[in-house]
């Protein structure tokens, strides 16, 4: 079994490029100013990393208060019945939605590994504006930073979707810090978004036809669409909400004749299609490691491709789902239900392809497929209670229950963060050229697995019995789902601190990486590991994305390389920015 | 098989080639699609506004007709008229860098970042003659009187128009015995009876009877439309300012003037929202 050659003690003949690009330049400067696309992927992974530990925080902490019905960390006494008590426990949840879905779902995949492997899968030496990607990274950090400024004067507790008029009106934290740093975040997602498209578009070197962009690369091109036309809808809103908080114009506040459910549908038509956002490149990141890791070509490859720009369009059509209950018409109400299910159509394509992939492939378990079967496994429980929160009658009776919180997580976590964490093993030794510790990888990734579900599947269940979501304390009824969801919650800490500490171990003292360990077939497993400077010295050949014909194991690399041309006969090599209009 | 050619046999390359691409051509296109890439997530970012303006003119016809007075024609009429000469003078100005003329590109240029000072020198006009008449969003909406041609009876103006409660403060700590934002003035929801009372009878450019409730709205819709708008004004300027500096240093020429063109693209897109905001919060009938 291949596995084993990884156990190996390292061979001595893998050649140590010792010009790379995390040894080009050296000094704090020569980071802070880069414009190589691979250092500037580095410096989002470190900020996400960073921004995800504070948000696995604040969710730590709301565990540990719905430990007792009553609260544990914040309740009332005898003496005070006052329900102001309970505000940290409202800022947590404001701070935990905001800091996870804007500063580590929507830039983790996309901007982080996005840009690291974009222009490797694609031949190219960058993306198309250098400069502006470095723009979009520090955007990033201010609107970040805004956040962090928000929190220490005086924390929002109006929840991630800032729903008017109490953002507005009524809530004393500092909401516009707050709703400024997500503005800004966008600004660096829109940047991101046109930078990918552009780079899709114009880089791509001349054999590589549209039906031979790899997978994870159809994803990210679906995302950018959304992020380039959903997000300035969403920075729209918020600027109003700024506006309106500043000078009470009045659009979103029946108190000024305005409309409250105005906000809620400008906010939606962005933030749903923001969770394909997050979802789509972790469905590409999912394609890639499936295909390398069962040895076979991507099964229905085109449907693979397509669905994704399917998911993208469809996704825009469904915000209102998020509105069932809150007085649109029932007309809107049906088609809103019937364009959400088709949202299904898309997806399923996606997870049956992937599963015929396995079927007769040569499934290779090392860590990034352990991870893409608890995709599997998770991204189907999320997809299908997807559908009944699609459902009009079942959507009412669990509406903004734990049943939606669980819906939500299994996706956004089980699907996009187990995608993220997946892809961060599966790239790892491009990156940083270190290999990782197979055996640790794998006991991390079934621990997260087990602490998941013990977290997240107990509260499908006390959703369905009517546990309230945002809320700081229960009746005790549902202390047995709450106390496993905490306990859950711990496991899966202990599991991220196991994976970063194997990471850790990796870059001190992990063996060297060769370029191919895995036996990928797409572009950035052609140059070293960790890449050159420049990436390629010469335009690479392009073949089908996923052509495993010529890989061949090489035991002295201790990895996979080519053996021959990857062309079909009577294609020559091609030659960049060529003959294409 | 042959090797492709190395990236370092290309023959020199031209100083504005960046490192990453492999022809001036594929670099301008790249760059071409950026920047209507770009104004796509422009028109996006009005699109909101303008979705926001369209239900609310749908659901109340009578505050945009009776508050549309207010606001000046022909100040409009030469803001519109300032614009769209400067989108002539800045399709010119790409035209001179294209053919080299670098005297005249320069000129241009500086009548374009002009006519954009101008346009904001008349929208300072009107703001502060806004300002001045209280005509303002919110609770700040206080007129001194109607809007010029409207007919209204003094003794229908209706009470809360006139006494309405000050805005609620935010509360700090959380007070959950009852709301402190006072309950909506007045006004049902939907078609506004006094709009079905008042335009059979009258032509409907003409506003007859007492003031409409919730005419402040009309005032969120136009200082959040032109301000945003006003913005991009700035912002074009500064391109604008920008790629003069470097067009006097005779940067342009045949060769390269992406920098022109694509400022060139973004000023007109700043003219062409301001040519749909003018009828939409001016010319109302």
């Known amino acids: 079994m291949a596995t084993t050659a990884f156990d190996e003690t390292p061979p001595d003949g893998i050649p140590v490029q010792e010009d790379n690009y995390l040894t080009h330049r050296r000094g704090i400067a020569s980071w802070l100013l880069t414009l190589d696309h691979k250092r500037i992927g580095v410096m989002y992974l470190v900020t996400v990393l960073a921004a995800f530990l504070l948000g696995g925080i604040f969710a730590l902490l709301m565990r540990t208060q719905l430990l007792r019905p009553e609260g544990l960390l914040f309740h009332m006494t005898p003496e005070s019945q006052d329900l102001a008590v309970y505000r940290p426990f409202n800022q947590l949840f404001t701070l935990h939605g905001v800091v996870m879905i804007f500063l580590v779902l929507i830039p983790g995949t996309p901007a982080a590994l996005g840009n690291f492997v974009l222009p490797l899968m694609l031949g190219a030496k960058d993306v198309a504006f250098p400069r502006l990607n470095l723009w979009s990274y520090y955007l990033f950090v201010a609107g970040a930073l805004l956040a962090v400024v928000s929190i220490l004067i005086n924390a929002a507790d109006t929840g991630w979707t800032f729903y008017t008029p109490y953002s507005t009106e009524r809530s004393a934290g500092a909401v516009i810090p707050l709703v400024a740093g997500a503005f800004v975040i966008g600004f660096s997602s829109i940047f991101t978004g046109i930078n990918f498209i552009v780079t899709i578009h114009k880089l791509r070197p001349a054999g590589m036809k549209w039906d031979r962009v790899p997978l994870f690369l159809w994803g990210l091109y679906a995302t950018a669409v959304i992020q380039v036309v959903a997000t300035p809808v969403l920075g729209m809103t918020l600027l109003l909400l700024i506006v309106e908080r500043l000078f009470h114009v009045g659009i979103f506040n029946s108190y000024y004749g305005g409309d409250p459910l105005l906000f809620q549908h400008f906010f939606w038509f962005y933030s749903h299609p923001a969770v394909y956002i997050m979802i789509l490149p972790a469905m590409g990141v999912m394609s890639e490691v499936i295909a390398t890791f069962c040895r076979r070509e991507i099964f229905g490859y085109r449907f693979v491709a397509a669905s994704s720009v399917a998911i993208a369009l469809i996704g825009f059509l469904v915000w209102g789902h998020h509105m069932f209950p809150n007085g649109q018409s029932g007309p809107l109400d049906a088609i809103f239900s019937a364009m959400t299910m088709l949202v299904a159509i898309p997806s399923g394509v996606k997870v049956w392809n992937w599963l015929a992939t396995m079927y007769k492939g040569s499934i290779v378990l090392l860590t990034p497929m352990c991870y893409a079967l608890c995709f599997l496994f998770l991204f189907a429980i999320g997809g299908l209670t997807g559908l009944f929160l699609a459902s009009l009658a079942t959507n009412f009776h669990v509406h903004d229950t734990y049943f939606v919180v669980a819906h939500f997580h299994y996706v956004m976590i089980g699907g996009a963060l187990f995608m993220f964490i997946g892809g961060l093993h599966y790239w790892w030794p491009k990156i940083t050229g270190r290999m990782y510790n197979e055996t640790v990888g794998r006991i991390g990734c079934l621990l997260l697995f087990v602490g998941f579900n013990l977290t997240f599947f107990p509260q499908f269940i006390i959703g369905t019995h009517g546990m309230p979501r945002r809320s700081a304390s229960y009746k005790p009824m549902f202390e047995t789902g709450h106390v496993l969801s905490s306990v859950g919650a711990l496991v899966q800490f202990l599991a991220l601190l196991l994976i970063a500490g194997c990471f850790v171990y990796s870059l001190c003292r992990g063996r060297k990486a060769p370029a191919n360990p895995w036996g990928g077939t797409t572009l950035e497993w052609a140059c070293s590991s960790p890449p050159p400077h420049d990436n390629f010295d010469h335009p690479p050949a392009v073949a089908g994305p996923y052509d495993r014909t010529a890989i061949a194991w090489n035991p002295a690399l201790g990895g996979y390389e080519r053996t021959g041309s990857p062309l079909p006969p009577g294609e020559g090599p091609g030659v960049r920015g060529a003959s294409r209009s | ?285």
């Open chain 2, 1 to 285: 098989m042959t090797e492709p050619a190395a990236y370092t046999e290309k023959p020199a390359d031209p100083w504005h080639l960046a490192h990453h691409f492999s022809s001036p051509q594929q670099q301008f296109d790249s760059g071409k699609l950026g920047i209507w890439l770009f104004l796509t997530t422009e028109i996006l970012l009005f699109s909101g506004l303008f979705c926001a303006y369209a239900v609310f003119r749908a659901n109340h016809p009578e505050i945009f007709v009776y508050a549309h007075a207010y606001l000046s024609k022909p100040l409009g009429a030469l803001n519109t008229m300032i614009l769209i000469f400067s989108s002539f003078t800045m399709a010119s100005a790409v035209r001179a860098a294209q053919l080299g003329q670098t005297r005249w590109l320069v000129r241009l240029l500086a009548v374009t970042l002009f006519c954009g000072g101008a346009f904001l020198g008349v929208k300072f006009i009107e703001y502060k003659a806004k300002w001045e008449e209280g005509l303002l969003t919110g609770g700040d909406y206080r007129p001194e009187a109607p809007p010029p041609g409207a007919v209204v009876p003094p003794e229908q103006k209706p009470a809360a128009a006139t006494a309405k409660p000050q805005a609620a403060a935010p509360v700090q700590g959380l007070v959950i015995e009852r709301s402190s934002i006072p309950p909506a003035a007045v006004g049902p929801s939907g078609l506004s009876p006094q709009w079905l009372a008042n335009t059979p009878a009258h032509p409907a450019d003409r506003w007859h009877g007492p003031e409409p409730y919730n005419v402040q709205v009309f005032f969120s819709f136009y200082f959040v439309m032109t301000g945003l708008h006003g913005i991009h004004v700035l912002g074009g300027m500064g391109a604008i300012a920008w790629v003069l500096v470097r067009a006097r240093r005779g940067e342009f020429g045949p060769r390269y003037f992406s920098p022109v063109d694509f400022t060139g693209l973004y000023w007109h897109l700043v003219d062409l929202i301001w040519i749909f905001l003018f009828p939409l919060l001016y010319l109302i009938t």
